[in-house]
């Protein structure tokens, strides 16, 4: 924050936008002010100086409002003495998080002998602090010539696209906890876990660009529009079959409505029925034919 502080004069307006190979329009992220140096730069968001200004007000009103019922209870039960008002003074300053701009005097009525009490909130420190709001800093190791302040703060926000598909290892990848022996099956099971990750957002990405500038598939979940995951996109395939090619067959993908070609003529038939029999092509593609039989043309 001091850094920021003290940067506020070479800042300056940028508004990052981050393009994507689908979808209508470029993602806005918002209005910033920014400044950068060799290693460090600083952000000024709109939308978190709106939401801390909000937040201010909403706890300098809360204080308020204690301050006002100890003030009316001076001298009772709960507030009997100077001590007990400077201890509860100190709460509500805490709990409300005014302390670094409440300013309270407290004494005693020497006609009465009650407590008594002054307070006010201090306007320099408020203004102070609201001259930091939605600034905060980032470091990175970009030299300004190979990113500005607009392409670190792009880079930035898009972390979160990298981020989420963390979520997959407990998802559609289900990897299970396992325990590993050595730091060489650590960086294996690491690369093997980001290659599954890459295939997972490839197939996705793949898809959104063949239906770009459309957002949604029809029928990809439950017979209702979606927009393209890679899980939805694995599920719709795996009810998919494949018969594999051999030298006189291409390979093929059986439906009911249409599979088997009418230049086929191999005969359907039975696999053995014993569990060491592993089936050939052919006995695959014929079995498949059987089941799915050619649409009458």
């Known amino acids: 924050m001091t850094a920021a502080r003290s940067n506020l004069g070479m800042s300056s307006r940028v508004d990052p936008t981050r393009h994507r190979p689908w979808g209508p329009q470029p993602v806005q992220l918002g209005r910033f002010a920014s400044w950068r140096t060799d290693s ?3 952000l000024e968001s709109s939308t978190r100086a709106g939401a801390a200004q909000l937040a201010r007000t909403k ?3 809360r204080a308020s409002d204690d301050l006002g019922r100890l003030e009316r209870g001076l001298g009772g039960r709960h507030s009997p003495n100077a001590e007990a008002v400077a201890t509860k003074i100190a709460a509500i300053a805490s709990g409300r998080r005014v302390t670094s701009y409440l300013r309270a005097t407290i004494g005693t009525d020497p006609l ?3 407590p008594t009490l002054a307070w006010h909130f201090d306007d320099g420190a408020i203004t102070a602090e609201a001259a930091t709001d939605g600034w905060y800093a ?3 190791n970009l030299h300004p010539d190979a990113a500005d302040a607009g392409e670190v703060l792009r880079r930035y926000k898009g972390q979160e696209v990298a981020e989420r598909r963390y979520s997959n290892f407990k998802g559609p990848l289900a990897v299970a ?3 590993l022996k050595n730091h060489r099956r650590m960086e294996a099971l690491i690369t093997v876990i980001c290659l599954a990750l890459l295939i997972f957002y490839l197939i996705e990405r793949a898809l959104r660009l063949a239906i770009a500038p459309a957002l949604v598939l029809a029928g990809l979940y439950a017979g209702r529009p ?3 995951t890679g899980r939805l996109i694995l599920s719709a395939l795996s009810r998919l079959r494949l018969i594999p090619a051999t030298t006189d067959t291409p390979a093929v993908i059986p439906n009911r409505h249409h599979y088997k070609p009418t230049s086929c003529t191999c005969s359907a038939s039975t696999p053995p029925d014993h569990d060491d029999h592993q089936p050939d092509a052919q006995e695959i593609h014929a079995h498949a034919c059987a ?3 050619a649409s009458a043309s």
Do not use: I, N, S
Request: glycine share 10%; aromatic share 10%; charged share 25%.
């Open 59 to 61: 706890k300098l009103a």
């Open 40 to 42: 460090t730069g600083g």
């Open 177 to 179: 906890p396992m325990f």
């Open 112 to 114: 009465t002998d009650k």
């Open 226 to 228: 979606a927009k393209p």
């Open 291 to 293: 089941e799915y039989p």
């Open 138 to 140: 980032l470091l990175t």
